[in-house]
């Protein structure tokens, strides 16, 4: 054995010897630590054990005085009732927590038999449960099949109790391990305890049954009153000696001391006095409710004591912990020491001896072999260290010849294979240009091979689109033996033209004589298509290969400038394609782009080689129309081509009719720059498809008017969302059978800011819609509703629906949904008090959408309602898949019931159709008596309008409903 293998040997065996000592010794620990924790464990189990069986001996005592009582329906009846409920709750705690601990039973000892027990514990309290069923019925009157007499109720009741006082014993022994003195004495007291406890519990329920039949006590039960008076004595002489081997701290003394005022003074006076009058044949000194207290304080006096001696036995135990933490603590330290003792002895022999050793017989062995590179260090000024100083002297003398050898050698393959790697092509010529050398991406590049070109004029690689001159001022420079930088058309061996960026340098021998040229020549082909890209993306759309709006101002300066030398006129038209959003939705923008570039193509065939056609963003396009007359002219061209554009096309399968509209501006009437033409034309445009009967419209300044006011109305009614100045009315709903008021329409109002007065819900509506400030205002009247309508109920007014509008826009929001929940969530509103209203255009312009965002809404158990219904196209079977509760018949039919037979008919055909499927139907604008007899009679469920009341302030709303007005329904003869 080698002197290494040795010392690691006997390192290695004092190293286990300590390592086992400490191993042993942490084991004990962790053993004295479980037997600690069983120790807690099982006393926690008797302190539950203990109040489980109080709390069921008092349901067994108040059960039988209850079932004792041949008048079940009494007002002590119904105390007793409240009784028994109390102490099944508190059995019923008891029991689950002592169950719940079952899994630190398995946790501490898997196989100890209180797993078992607290099994049978489980199934015992079941059957007390059933008990419990019959007992509840036997006291209610109604027969049952079980015995519910109460000595039956008391032997099951006593024989839970006694498996519990088995469970004492059970908890208590075997323990795993020792648990010093308390943990012998511990169970003895508690199960004297516990004794005590149940012949006091079975005495107090004896005299509570005598009691509660108003009877004397008979024989048997004085019998058993002795039986079991002779075990309390008997169980607190017990205790009492088991007491003085357990060193009494000044709470169990006080324990101790109120055991003996509440057991041995108050109670034992009490039962002498209840025995003296039964033996007397008097009348008892007090009820079964009074003495079932007093007896019930003596046992909690029991309890008390004994919770006492667990809470000193858990102390003794934390402290017993305590100590053996801190012994396991100067165990695993001390283990730990001697590790990092027996670590740093084998690090220190394994630096100073091992490692040197072993240097030194490798450097030995390489320098033998021919290695010169290992270097031997040296690690100290001893024996080894002088040894490494004398091997590494050696070796550096016969590495240095070595080097010197090696470095003309290593300059020599570094040059060369950087330039056969160089990802730029290298060509060396002689002083004529013709080629002695070329690397690998030369051939990469052009295509010839070093062979085809060794030998030849560089003017190979000539493109022949480079002048003459270009390359007379490469060689002037070369010959004025300077540099020469720039970028070159060459053509590779296939023919294929690319461009290099080249760099030529002239290499002069030792006289100053230029004997090479070296090129260095880098393919930027790429780097040119992508400039060239770059430059068509700035001026052309990338889609349609239109020119862009920069391309078309250039154009328009042009053509500005050539109409004012001829004194003519220009016209700008800017082209949409109205509803392009939802086809782009529905089919998909692969369709989208595809239907852009047919009228990219068809509006480039539409006009002529003087005109410039531009898409400026999205589905807008722009037309220069030059050398225009008159607005006939004008008008005729732009019609023209809108006739074109609206052409039918097929994509795929898909046949599409696009609808545009057109909006024309004039150069110089509406503007003298291309920025001013394209807003007056959008104004003109913008127009045109909001009217839709109109395909194309001059601008005027009335539009810019019009838009100037709606921008103001716009700003104002931003600063009145910021500033929550906008106001909210409510009308109420009336149900025309009740005539009451069962609901209420929130209606967005607004105050012009300088005038005061009521701007028109419509107008505003849809200036919101146009500008986006939909959402926010939707926001606003969904969140001012919901916190009203809460405010009337905690007022404690009639709990109605109040019903809010969703536009379009909202409906097509992902989150709408989560919005509601959460404003629900915030005000406490409950969702059934909130009713979502959509018009039937917003559902039917995208029916399948509508149907999963309205199912969406319907699941966070709001109402739904269809608004303004049959003034759409609605589908019924899209109808009949929408969950909705409500339809409210448009005004307009409303209105001209009188006048329209058809709206009559259809009136009446919504109300029937709407109650084949279920749905409530509400009428709107109600404005007279006429209405409200067709209605009547046609058997609408609810009306809303005028003729009871217009739209009121929250005040004004919340008066109305606190009067209880209902609307009263003159009887016709009609």
Aim: with cysteine; proline share 4%; net charge negative.
């Amino acid at each position: 054995m080698s002197i290494r293998h040795l010392l690691l040997s006997m390192i290695a065996v004092l190293t286990l010897l300590a390592l086992g000592i400490g191993a042993r010794e942490v084991v004990t620990m962790r053993e004295r630590l479980t037997a600690i924790d069983w120790l807690e464990h099982s006393n926690r189990v008797s302190s539950l054990v203990q109040h489980a069986s109080g709390a069921l001996a008092r349901e067994r005592g108040i059960t039988a005085i209850a079932l004792s009582r041949p008048d079940h329906r009494t007002d002590d009846a119904v105390r007793l009732a409240q009784g028994i409920d109390g102490a099944r709750s508190e059995v019923d705690a008891h029991i689950a927590s002592l169950l719940a601990g079952s899994g630190d039973t398995a946790r501490l000892a898997p196989d100890h038999p209180l797993l078992s027990q607290l099994a049978g514990i489980r199934a015992l309290h079941a059957e007390l449960q059933a008990y419990r069923e019959a007992v509840d019925a036997s006291l209610a009157g109604i027969e049952v099949d079980l015995d519910v007499a109460p000595q039956r109720w008391v032997a099951l009741v006593s024989h839970f109790i006694d498996v519990l006082h088995q469970t004492i014993s059970i908890s208590a022994s075997p323990a795993p391990g020792g648990a010093g003195d308390s943990a012998s004495v511990q169970p003895l007291i508690r199960d004297a305890l516990f004794t005590l406890a149940e012949h006091l519990g079975q005495e107090r329920a004896i005299i509570a049954a005598a009691l509660s039949r108003g009877a004397p006590l008979g024989a048997t039960e004085l019998r058993e009153l002795e039986h079991y008076r002779a075990n309390i004595l008997h169980s607190w002489k017990r205790a009492d000696g088991l007491l003085d081997d357990f060193e009494r701290t000044p709470r169990i003394e006080a324990a101790i001391d109120r055991f003996w005022a509440d057991m041995f003074v108050h109670y034992e006076d009490l039962r002498d006095g209840v025995l003296a009058a039964s033996e007397r044949g008097q009348p008892y000194p007090v009820s079964d409710g009074e003495w079932f207290a007093h007896a019930t304080r003596g046992i909690d006096a029991v309890l008390a004591l004994s919770d006492t001696l667990g809470d000193e036995i858990d102390r003794r135990a934390a402290a017993l912990r305590a100590q053996a933490s801190r012994e396991l603590t100067l165990s695993l330290l001390a283990l730990g020491a001697l590790i990092v003792a027996f670590g740093f002895a084998v690090v220190l022999i394994h630096r100073r001896v091992l490692r040197p050793l072993g240097a030194l017989e490798r450097a030995a062995a390489a320098i033998s072999a021919g290695d010169l590179s290992p270097h031997v260090v040296a690690a100290g000024d001893d024996e080894f260290g002088r040894l490494a100083r004398g091997f590494e002297h050696m070796r550096e003398s016969l590495a240095a010849a070595e080097r010197e050898r090696e470095s003309a050698l290593a300059e020599l393959r570094k040059l060369g294979t950087a330039i056969e790697h160089s990802v730029s092509s290298v060509i060396i010529t002689d002083e004529r240009g013709i080629v002695e050398y070329t690397n690998p991406q030369f051939t990469l590049t052009s295509g010839y091979d070093a062979d085809e070109v060794r030998g030849r004029h560089v003017g190979i690689l000539k493109s022949g689109y480079t002048p003459p001159a270009h390359y007379q001022g490469l060689w002037e420079t070369l010959q004025a033996g300077k540099a020469w930088k720039g970028e070159l058309l060459n053509r590779r061996k296939d023919g294929e033209l690319y461009w290099e960026a080249v760099s030529i340098s002239p290499i002069r021998d030792s006289t100053g004589k230029i004997i090479h040229f070296i090129s260095i020549q880098h393919d930027i082909s790429e780097r040119k298509r992508i400039e060239a890209r770059l430059d068509f993306i700035s001026s052309y759309d990338p889609l349609t290969r239109l020119p862009n709006r920069a391309l078309l101002n250039q154009r328009f300066g042009e053509a500005r400038s050539a109409a004012r030398k001829r004194g003519s006129r220009l016209a700008l038209v800017a082209l949409g394609i109205r509803h392009f959003k939802r086809l782009n939705d529905s089919l998909g923008h692969e369709i989208g782009d595809r239907l852009l570039c047919e009228i990219a193509n068809r509006l480039t065939h539409a006009t002529r080689e003087t005109d410039s056609v531009s898409r400026l963003s999205g589905s807008e396009f722009a037309v220069i129309l030059d050398r225009i007359g008159d607005s006939a002219e004008v008008s005729e061209r732009a019609t023209t081509i809108l006739h074109e554009l609206r052409k039918p096309l097929y994509v795929d399968e898909h046949v599409l009719q696009p609808t545009l509209h057109a909006g024309i501006a004039i150069l110089p009437d509406d503007g003298e720059t291309l920025d001013q033409l394209l807003t007056s034309a959008s104004m003109a445009l913008h127009q045109a498809e909001h009217e839709g009967s109109t395909p194309l419209m001059f601008y005027t300044p009335a539009l810019n008017a019009d838009a100037q006011s709606r921008l103001a109305l716009e700003s104002a009614l931003r600063m009145a969302l910021e500033t929550n100045r906008l106001e909210l009315h409510y009308q109420p709903r009336i149900d025309l059978r009740t005539g009451r008021v069962i609901g209420a329409e929130a209606l967005a109002r607004w105050r012009h800011p300088e005038t005061l007065e009521y701007i028109p819900p419509e107008r505003f509506i849809r200036i919101s819609e146009e500008s986006g400030l939909i959402h926010p205002l939707g926001q606003w009247v969904l969140n001012e509703a919901c916190k009203q309508n809460r405010r009337w109920q905690e007022a404690g007014l009639p709990r109605i629906p109040v019903a809010v509008n969703i536009s379009p826009l909202q409906l097509q929001q992902r989150g709408l949904p989560d919005q509601i929940s959460e404003v629900l969530a915030r005000t406490g509103l409950e969702a059934e008090d909130l009713e979502i209203e959509l018009t039937e255009t917003t559902v039917m312009e995208s029916p399948e959408e509508a149907a999963v965002a309205l199912h969406l809404l319907k699941s966070l158990g709001v109402r739904l309602a269809i608004d303004d219904f049959g003034t759409g196209y609605s589908s019924l079977a899209y109808l009949n898949r929408f969950p909705v509760d409500l339809l409210k018949i448009d005004r307009s039919f409303i209105s001209n019931l009188e006048s329209d037979p058809s709206a009559a008919t259809i009136a009446s055909s919504v109300i029937a159709l709407a109650h084949r499927m279920g749905l409530r139907v509400v009428a709107e604008g109600v404005e007279n008596l006429a209405q409200l007899h067709f209605l009547h009679r046609q058997d609408c469920d609810e009306i809303q309008g005028y003729y009871f009341s217009p739209a009121l302030p929250p005040q004004a709303f919340a008066e109305l409903l606190r009067s209880a007005r209902t609307l009263t329904v003159p009887v016709t003869s009609g």
